[in-house]
């Protein structure tokens, strides 16, 4: 049984609240740092603080209550000028709403929150008696490098390392100097020294900034004290009331044209089809559809959230990367206020926290090597939101080493992953996208640096099943911008309808290039396969038949030129029956491999949307044909 029964209602509220003042009590710690002496600052996180106390103590959230209360001693102390801001307290204080965002967790899942940790505890005593004067602080540079043999052993039981592929991707070495001359002593140390080991596992740190274990997906059933199986994902959304007034205006409106079309119904029937009648029947309709078009318009706007819910969390986890890995880093939002689709929100989480990981840990150089190559100390990461047409665009850019094409096709090489063919043939934007393939992202790698359990490659899949692309621009030697772009809201899509026989499916229209007659002459066989040349490109045919695992009865006489992150391809299909913006409805009970979900057309008719990365991906369900074979298959399956 809950420890909370008849405080439901209580809770979520305390949750909701109480979670966006945290995080903004982070983003403020962050800026306190840069500022030690804003005593508004001070003020503003303090009274954050107590209105979290506040709360907790409604709840007799005891253990809350009494970690909160030392932390706002502390910072009574900070803003009444008897204590000074220093990197020791800092990271006291930013341990403590680590542990409070713990906290919440146990709240969630409906149990009492356990005692904080006796060491946070400690710290924060002592930071309260003025103890944490930074005289007792390790020194990065005074830890020994890991010895060769033992690096050597992590490699070979975990796969290659992200040092090794940081260094296929920049050109440079991750963490080892240049190698001193054999023919004499080596001088004082001019370049910058290894960097010391993580204090803190990454995942720890993310762990402390966004209330749960990085690699968590949402469903996770999370800490202990949350109930078994009770999902993550946060389905309540915070509308504001002009729009439900807009919403409700329109259906007030709706409600009269549905009136007036009942009377000229009526009227009709009775006999009397004169022309004005018929002229205000025409004049109803149209204003049904006016009105009904902007009622949807208007209920995809409740769905629509500030994007800067989602980017507040993260110059927490770039500040504390980067303090634990010895850089400076600041993080810079820009585009907070573009709206999203509620629904993506938490979806993006992972795949942004993993690019600004790998931002600080490999895009940006050291303060030695900044300083060396002519760049300021600190280093500028931007997290940027804008959007064009139907599409949000959020880019990640760091302004560091840059990316070396050249390395990484001899890596991809190296690896088996392209041949020299087709590394010759690369452009550099190409190049730049082999970090998406699977090679790129052993597990060694993965927990070695990312601390995510996720890859490029993942974080590209990610992206992908929200309808979105992901692209990398890069200049070496002044930075990588990792640029993602997201539809507007996943609730409807644009589809290009086609047609096997009689039976109509649907394709989404963002993968479209264009479409093509497919001419028996022109189609050639390589290497087993049909193709056909499009502007001197050689394209592999793909029967939507077999995809599907379906009876072929005729020669396909059209294609549908299709374009996916990682190939572009021939779609074989008998006809088309248009385009349409799709009401997406999920199969949640059932839903067949390469099926994305259903919608209705506007005669009524039931047609399914094709998830094309599913069946391009995976093998045929019903004939278990794996995908090379299907390939392989003649235009015409005999």
């Excluded at 220093?86 to 403590?96: C, F, G, K, T, V």
């Excluded at 880093?329 to 820009?334: A, S």
């Excluded at 929200?466 to 409807?492: E, H, R, Y």
Aim: glycine share 8%.
């Amino acid at each position: 049984m809950s420890d909370f029964a008849g405080m439901e209602d209580l809770l979520q509220d305390f949750l909701v609240e109480a979670g966006d003042l945290l995080s903004d009590v982070d983003n403020k710690l962050v800026d306190l740092e840069r500022a030690p002496d804003d005593v508004g600052l001070l003020n503003e996180i303090f009274r954050g603080f107590h209105t979290i106390k506040g709360g907790a103590g409604f709840l007799n959230a005891t253990n809350l209550v009494e970690l909160c209360h030392l932390t706002e001693n502390l910072f009574d102390k900070l803003r009444n000028g008897e204590l000074k801001v220093n990197p020791e307290i800092m990271d006291a204080i930013l341990s403590a709403t680590g542990s409070v965002r713990d906290m919440f967790g146990y709240l969630e899942g409906g149990q009492q929150p356990p005692a904080a940790d006796e060491g946070l505890i400690d710290s924060l005593r002592r930071a309260l008696a003025g103890e944490l004067d930074g005289a007792d602080e390790d020194a990065p540079a005074a830890e020994a490098p890991a010895a060769p043999a033992a690096a050597a052993s992590a490699a070979s039981e975990g796969g290659p390392n992200w040092d090794q592929l940081h260094s296929a991707v920049t050109g440079v070495p991750a963490t080892t100097a240049p190698a001193a001359s054999a023919a004499k002593p080596a001088p004082a140390p001019v370049v910058e020294a290894p960097p010391a080991q993580p204090k803190e596992p990454p995942e720890q740190i993310i762990k402390a900034a966004v209330g749960r274990r990085a690699s968590d997906k949402p469903g996770y059933s999370g800490p202990s004290g949350r109930r078994e199986g009770e999902k993550q994902r946060d389905n309540s959304i915070r509308v504001d009331t002009t729009r439900l007034d807009q919403v409700l205006n329109l259906s007030g409106e709706i409600g009269l044209t549905k009136n007036r079309l009942n009377a000229l119904r009526s009227q009709i029937l009775n006999g009397d089809n004169d022309n004005d009648t018929l002229h205000a029947l025409d004049v109803a309709v149209s204003q049904l559809d006016l009105l009904v078009s902007d009622l949807q318009n208007a209920v995809m706007k409740t769905r629509m959230q500030p994007i800067g819910r989602l980017f507040q969390k993260y110059p927490r986890i770039a500040r504390d990367l980067a303090r634990n890995l010895g850089k400076d880093v600041e993080l810079v939002l820009e585009g907070e206020e573009t709206e999203i689709d509620k629904t993506m929100i938490e979806d993006l989480s992972d795949p942004i926290i993993h690019l600004i990981r790998n931002a600080v840990d490999h895009g940006v150089e050291g303060k030695d090597e900044r300083k060396a190559n002519g760049k300021p100390t600190k280093s500028i990461l931007k997290l940027t939101a804008r959007q064009e047409g139907d599409h949000i665009i959020i880019m990640v850019a760091d302004d560091g080493r840059g990316m070396n094409a050249e390395k990484l096709r001899a890596s991809a090489v190296s690896k088996g992953l392209i041949t020299d063919e087709e590394a010759n043939t690369m452009d550099e934007r190409q190049s730049y996208n082999l970090v998406f393939l699977p090679g790129f992202s052993t597990a060694g790698q993965i927990s070695d640096v990312s601390g995510r359990g996720v890859g490029m490659d993942v974080v590209r899949t990610n992206i992908q099943k929200l309808n979105g692309a992901i692209d990398i621009k890069s200049t070496q030697g002044q930075g990588t911008s990792f640029v993602i772009s997201l539809p507007l809201t996943l609730a409807i899509l644009p589809v290009l309808l086609v047609r096997l026989g009689d039976q109509p499916l649907a394709v989404p229209l963002s993968m479209v290039r264009e479409i093509l007659p497919i001419e028996a002459e022109e189609v050639q066989e390589v290497g087993g396969r049909a193709t056909m040349v499009v502007r001197g490109e050689v394209l592999p045919i793909l029967p939507l038949a077999n995809l599907l695992g379906w009876p072929q009865d005729a020669q396909p006489e059209y294609g549908v030129l299709m374009q996916t992150a990682e190939q572009s391809f021939i779609l074989a299909i008998d006809s088309f029956a248009g385009r349409e913006d799709a009401v997406i409805k999920s199969l949640d009970d059932f839903r067949p491999n390469g099926v994305a979900g259903v919608t209705t057309l506007s005669n009524g008719q039931i047609v399914l949307i094709l998830d094309m990365k599913e069946l391009l991906g995976s093998p045929n369900e019903r004939h278990g044909v794996p995908r090379a074979e299907l390939i392989k298959r003649p235009l015409l399956a005999a």
